[in-house]
């Protein structure tokens, strides 16, 4: 029996000459055989090759698989749980800052009599009522950023 036909492939890392001297089915068949177990447990006959060599560990390893699973799970909900907060949060204060600073820059409008009290009233009032649409804006952008950071 030759070498070519003691290979299994999916069973060990190949060089590139050997890869080159298999024959275009035995390639798709390797292909296959990587693509065929993208999951979070390994492939049976591996886990009960460790269970082979330490008794007990393939179960062990699927154990800790389900744990880290329920783990992900519990702080996805968290982060949901966080950004729901947060967002009832920006409801509430974000239109009772701008109101307050509505009524400051009303003051100060009605107070000063010179053209500069009328123009720092303009900018409290923008301030206001753009500084929490701005900020909560931003917040949606740096969560999004943190997001997409977190995926890669």
Do not use: C
Not at 54 to 73: A, F, M, N
């Amino acid at each position: 029996m030759s070498d070519e036909d003691k290979h299994e492939p999916g069973r060990e890392i190949i060089s590139q000459e050997d890869w080159q001297k298999l024959s275009s089915e035995e390639q798709e068949r390797f292909l296959f055989r990587v693509e065929g177990f993208q999951s979070p447990l390994l492939p049976p006959e591996v886990l009960k090759s460790y269970g082979d060599v330490i008794p007990g560990l393939d179960k062990k390893l699927v154990e800790w698989s389900e744990s880290e699973t329920l783990h992900r799970r519990q702080l996805e909900r968290d982060a949901f749980e966080e950004a729901r907060d947060l967002r009832s949060r920006s409801s509430i204060f974000g239109p009772a800052v701008s109101i307050i600073g509505l009524l400051v820059a009303g003051g100060v409008g009605a107070v000063g009599t010179t053209w500069s009290s009328a123009f720092v009233a303009m900018v409290i009032a923008i301030v206001a009522v753009g500084g929490p649409f701005a900020a909560r804006i931003l917040a949606g952008r740096f969560n999004n950023r943190q997001t997409d950071d977190q995926v890669e």
